[in-house]
């Protein structure tokens, strides 16, 4: 526990601890978990408010009776089953955007940057708007409101914001009830169009910016071990890998929330009103959580147990997609280029927001395509106990 001076947040790093608030929802309120970290001043608040601009409480800052509500409507779109169907989908996506590559390439916007938002928007039956408008949208928010912007910065972000939020408003005003998309979901369901409008603010930006991250995190963490590359293609081994980047480097590495009563964590006091960083990335390097944390070890015993996706009631609706989609994409990409290696040792460009915190640029040196990665299983490893392992 630390109060941080300048932005009086307090930090809470112990697994325990961020397990604990979040599993609290009476105690530890999501209020706080969308408000700008930068306060927006008035002549922006007056930019976002000429486009009807709010985030009321609906999903990540909703500790309201009407979030269980919400969460089941957006959950139906996300079932195990509709998750699990849209594999091959992603594979697809993965091939045609690797063919034809040779040299070198960034896999950042080769791959990385927009295939989310494609599935995404698949899986929400979403057909009418262009990826490269949703990815300047959803970038612009994220520094907007998770940024350490000044004020003529974030008077240049609120106009893509204020655009996503009005597209949004008059996109859902117009939606058939009786559709097969997000939009009619919430008309047919009678949700306020304001409560609507924020719901998919928030959900269009995390649920592919955030895999957008991971993708990028992902590559350049098995990229770093480069024996595990050749494996990606044996059974379990690139989700094993996904698990321990989510536990080592997840995407969103803080949360908020506010305490609503004078509580005690870890022996320290917190008055009522203390707003908390829960330090998600911390958590996963906590030596009373896992062992030998700083060990890069896929298939570790209880390597689900990270925070990466929250916890409880607010656990992250995506977890599946994004789990599935980085498990593709690194299989895929690395049975097509068996011999893909990381252009540079030195530390790539890194996106540093409040919450958000992934590699901004994936460099690699391609090798052969199509050339399967066989022979990865005769490779001697030194596996760790319980898992695939590194030397």
Not at 18 to 32: E, G, S, T
Not at 261 to 273: H, I
Not at 346 to 360: E, K
Request: proline share 8%; net charge positive; glycine share 10%.
């Amino acid at each position: 526990m630390h109060r941080d001076e300048r932005t009086g947040l307090w930090l809470v790093s112990r697994y325990r601890d961020v397990r604990a608030v979040l599993a609290d929802p009476r105690r530890f309120h999501p209020d706080n978990a969308l408000t700008a970290v930068v306060p927006i001043p008035g002549p922006v608040l007056r930019v976002l408010a000429r486009a009807g601009f709010s985030l009321p409480p609906t999903l990540a800052n909703n500790g309201t009776p009407t979030h269980a509500g919400l969460r089941r409507l957006v959950a139906r779109f996300l079932t195990p089953a509709r998750v699990a169907a849209v594999g091959p989908r992603i594979a697809e996506l993965t091939a045609r955007r690797l063919a034809g590559l040779t040299g070198t390439a960034d896999l950042h916007p080769v791959l990385a940057r927009d295939l989310p938002a494609v599935v995404l928007l698949e899986v929400l039956g979403i057909r009418d708007v262009a990826v490269d408008a949703l990815k300047a949208w959803s970038t612009a928010s994220l520094e907007l409101f998770w940024g350490d912007v000044t004020p003529e910065r974030q008077h240049e972000l609120a106009g893509p914001a204020a655009g996503f939020h009005r597209w949004l408003t008059g996109r859902i005003r117009a939606a058939d009830p009786r559709g097969d998309d997000l939009f009619g979901a919430l008309r047919a369901e009678g949700v306020p169009l304001r409560d609507a409008a924020g719901l998919c603010y928030f959900l269009l930006i995390a649920g592919q910016e955030t895999t957008t991250q991971l993708l990028c995190a992902a590559f350049h963490a098995v990229l770093r071990h480069g024996d595990l590359w050749s494996r990606l293609g044996e059974p379990g081994v690139a989700a094993a890998c996904v698990e321990e980047v989510l536990r080592r480097e997840p995407p969103v590495s803080t949360w908020r929330r506010v305490a609503a009563e004078p509580v005690t964590l870890s022996g320290v006091d917190l008055p009522a009103g203390a707003p908390l960083l829960l330090m998600l990335a911390g958590s996963g390097s906590d030596p009373e959580a896992f062992d030998e944390p700083e060990r890069f070890c896929p298939g570790r015993p209880g390597a689900r147990r990270h925070l990466a996706f929250g916890h409880g009631r607010h656990f992250c609706l995506g977890a599946g997609l994004a789990r599935l989609e980085a498990e593709v994409v690194l299989r895929e990409t690395a049975r097509r280029f068996p011999r893909l290696r990381l252009a540079s040792a030195d530390p790539p460009p890194m996106l540093g927001l409040l919450s958000f915190r992934a590699p901004s640029s994936v460099e690699v040196v391609l090798g052969d395509q199509d050339q399967l990665a066989g022979g990865g299983a005769a490779l001697q490893q030194l596996v760790a106990p319980g898992g695939v392992g590194q030397r």
